[in-house]
């Protein structure tokens, strides 16, 4: 009979020492549930300010495309002598220090021109149209107008750029980011203080971006109507572009 109360006792404390577990567990999981609600809940007394950060950027990248046109009446020369002067002008581009995996080969298209006959009625094919284009980033902007003014020497007929871009934007996003909180905290404080008022947590924000880095174009070529000269090396300025961010902050007043 002794063992049988013993074996009843150590369940009974057993068994409440289990209940106290759940118990407590669901405390726990009720508490912070409840804390998260707490926080989901729009305050009543909130205090909402804009702000604008802005950085400048400064190109560091630089696209230049160019093409050999030409027109034929037998596809495998035309080919042939497109090939050549395609050929040498990456040659070329390569000896000014220009990496392999910064050129790279966009078109190349072969195509028939086509001549209506009005005595047949009917479109004959009159020859080829072949055009190979190459786009090269330049990242030593010294030789943008060295490359630019010697393609054409190159048999180079149809030449674009520089196109001037930031390769890592983010960088001077998160600049202008980081100008545009820190600008936003202190006119909230500035504001609250003026209402007596203390800033509390931050209960949600947005963010705009009005001056992305985009690609800024400019032109050059060394051409006229009598075919491909060799002009001066032309005189690139990359220029600057303003990156700004804009953020609205709602704060909880205290």
């Known amino acids: 009979m002794p063992n049988k109360i013993e074996n009843s006792k150590v369940w009974f404390w057993v068994i409440l020492d289990v209940v106290l577990m759940s118990v407590i567990v669901l405390a726990l999981i009720s508490a912070k549930a409840l804390w998260r609600y707490g926080r989901s809940v729009q305050p009543e007394n909130t205090i909402i300010v804009s702000s604008e950060g802005k950085t400048t950027?400064?190109?560091?990248?630089?696209?230049?495309s160019f093409s050999v046109v030409a027109e034929g009446s037998d596809p495998v020369k035309l080919q042939n002598d497109n090939n050549t002067k395609i050929n040498d002008a990456i040659v070329f581009v390569k000896s000014q220090g220009i990496e392999a995996k910064d050129i790279k080969t966009t078109g190349y298209n072969l195509s028939p021109k086509y001549v209506y006959s009005p005595k047949t009625g009917k479109n004959y094919i009159d020859g080829y149209i072949l055009t190979?284009?190459?786009?090269?980033?330049?990242?030593?902007?010294?030789?943008?107008?060295?490359?630019?003014?010697?393609?054409?020497?190159?048999?180079?007929?149809?030449?674009?750029g520089p196109n001037f871009s930031i390769e890592d934007p983010d960088k001077f996003l998160n600049q202008a980011r980081q100008e545009a909180f820190k600008k936003a905290r202190a006119k909230a404080e500035a504001m609250a203080g003026y209402a007596g008022a203390r800033l509390g947590r931050v209960v949600t924000f947005s963010e705009n971006t009005g001056g992305y880095p985009i690609p800024f174009y400019a032109e050059a070529s060394g051409f006229s109507k009598g075919g491909p000269i060799a002009p001066p090396a032309p005189t690139i300025e990359?220029?600057?572009?303003?990156?700004?961010?804009?953020?609205?902050?709602?704060?909880e007043l205290e």
């Open 57 to 64: 950027a400064v190109p560091d990248l630089a696209a230049v």
């Open 132 to 160: 190979q284009s190459v786009q090269v980033k330049i990242r030593d902007f010294t030789k943008i107008g060295v490359i630019l003014g010697a393609l054409p020497k190159k048999g180079i007929n149809d030449l674009n």
């Open 238 to 251: 990359p220029g600057s572009q303003d990156v700004t961010v804009n953020v609205s902050v709602t704060y």
